[in-house]
């Protein structure tokens, strides 16, 4: 058995049309959404990241505008910001890229955001909304794989998802995202994490296995039954002396031994990735409709 790739580059262009098409319909009603975007430092990858949302953001039709503080930026700084982009009507979707190069003073600037304007799905009450079942704002990541497994024809109801990874961006949301009761959830779910003994014998229950632990080759061939769906969120660089840059992206599973034994598998990179920026894209669609006058 040869696993199909799930596309996560043509799943997130097919979302991206259906976001600038309902783009297109605000800007009629005289609404054009808008992402206020506050990077401090000049951290590559972060960088990499936010201009990737300014290009999608530009091509979606959606106003975008950048604010840059350096390293040394201090906590009023960042604050004031923030504090500007809450105030500002023409912004309906505040992300502050993480991480802070003072990582101590990143729950406090998340919780000054606007929970109306938190598309990035961060904060407390945004937490808490989610927790509940309630109305809000999904993190765009644990999102992303959802409609993935959904546009995907994978159907979540009455699987047992296994996630390995308990992070509060991707881990903990995604297994609550998947156990409520919903057209994206209805699974029983097993979290394992670091403290975990033996979690192949968790993962090769599993319908579906979601590798998000932040190490490479975590997810090996044996710790998957054959059939099994695998969903890699992992983002690693190692070492390519072939390549340009002298290192290569792989995820957490070891792709070409699980693609073998698999039904289905997103690659790293092209996998799970686009769908994060997509995801925030319509998030920020979706406050700027929340604010449409009635």
Not at 11 to 19: D, F, G, L, S, T
């Amino acid at each position: 058995m040869t696993a199909k790739i799930l596309d996560g580059k043509l799943i997130a262009q097919e979302m991206r049309e259906e976001i600038a098409a309902e783009v297109a319909k605000l800007k009629a009603a005289g609404i054009t959404p808008g992402l206020g975007v506050l990077l401090v430092g000049d951290n590559p990858a972060s960088r990499s990241y936010v201009t990737g949302k300014e290009k999608a953001c530009e091509a979606a039709g959606i106003y975008s505008r950048e604010v840059l503080l350096t390293a040394a930026a201090s906590k009023a700084e960042i604050m004031a910001v923030v504090d500007s982009f809450n105030k500002d009507p023409q912004i309906h979707g505040i992300l502050v890229q993480l991480p802070l190069p003072d990582s101590s003073i990143e729950q406090e600037v998340i919780a000054s955001i606007r929970p109306d304007k938190d598309v990035d799905g961060f904060h407390p009450v945004t937490v808490g909304r989610m927790m509940l079942g309630l109305p809000t704002f999904l993190p765009c990541t644990p999102h992303g794989v959802l409609q993935i497994l959904k546009r995907s024809g994978i159907p979540t109801d009455g699987a047992h998802v296994v996630i390995v990874g308990r992070s509060n961006i991707v881990g903990r949301p995604l297994a609550n995202m998947l156990s409520q009761k919903s057209a994206l959830g209805n699974a029983t779910v097993t979290m394992c994490h670091t403290r975990t003994k033996n979690v192949a014998q968790y993962t090769r229950q599993a319908d579906i296995v979601v590798a998000a632990a932040g190490r490479p080759h975590t997810i090996t061939a044996d710790m998957i039954r054959e059939g099994a769906v695998v969903i890699d969120v992992g983002v690693n660089r190692v070492e390519d002396k072939t390549a340009k840059n002298g290192f290569r992206l792989v995820g957490d599973a070891d792709f070409n031994e699980v693609k073998e034994k698999a039904s289905a598998i997103t690659p790293v990179p092209g996998g799970v990735g686009p769908m994060t920026i997509t995801m925030l894209l319509f998030n920020t669609v979706a406050a700027a409709r929340n604010l449409r006058p009635t």
